[in-house]
């Protein structure tokens, strides 16, 4: 298993040699640092812990200070759990973006942008009402979300898609291609679109 920390960038787009373009996506890749190696022997199961952007020590809480002792101080730090048995790293040992390589398929994770409260039509992909037949103000109003006597009993069932705030949520994409790797500059090219905004934290597991 592959596992490194990286910040969005920007989008740009990336021709093969056959001149075939695809819309990428580049990140700062790492370095990241090994500052916990987890063992089901003593925590119960196997996992990796990385530390990822170095800070000033008073921006640490004093717990987070002990707990990465002489490895360095860290702004972030994420967990990753192998899926498969395979040989864990040494504490203290150093990952950068040379660990993929073109053609590598990867799964990332981040937060998606924040798009605030809306309305059913943006946030359900709702159809909405018709223009016409007597409809005044109501193309993109919800409809029946209940009520009545009919299957809920006369309330709003649980988990009825209604309006309210979207975006903002932990998103994984699966299936992206490495396309290009600068292990020196600790950049990652990678296909399509991904999760967040410019500057936003990533997760790429490989």
Do not use: C, W
Not at 95 to 109: E, L, R, S, Y
Not at 120 to 139: I, P
């Amino acid at each position: 298993m592959k596992y490194l920390l990286a910040t969005k960038e920007y989008m740009t787009q990336y021709f093969a040699e056959d001149g075939t373009l695809t819309p990428a996506t580049v990140l700062k890749a790492g370095p990241v640092v090994i500052t916990q190696v987890k063992t089901k022997e003593k925590d119960g199961y196997e996992a990796v812990q990385v530390g990822y952007k170095p800070v000033a020590e008073r921006k640490l809480a004093k717990a987070q200070k002990g707990h990465f002792k002489d490895r360095g101080l860290f702004g972030v730090s994420r967990e990753f759990r192998p899926k498969t048995k395979m040989e864990l790293p040494a504490l203290g040992e150093t990952i950068n973006a040379g660990v993929f390589a073109p053609g590598d398929t990867v799964a990332v994770t981040a937060t998606s942008k924040g798009k605030g409260f809306q309305g059913v039509v943006k946030r359900h992909k709702f159809a909405g009402g018709s223009r016409t037949h007597g409809q005044k103000h109501s193309e993109r109003e919800p409809g029946a979300i209940g009520g009545g006597g009919g299957r809920a009993g006369g309330r709003v069932a649980k988990g009825i898609r209604m309006a309210g705030r979207m975006g903002g949520e932990r998103v994984t994409v699966r299936n992206l291609k490495v396309l290009a790797v600068d292990a020196d500059a600790n950049v990652l090219l990678i296909s399509g679109a991904l999760p967040g905004v410019p500057g936003a934290l990533v997760e790429i597991r490989g």
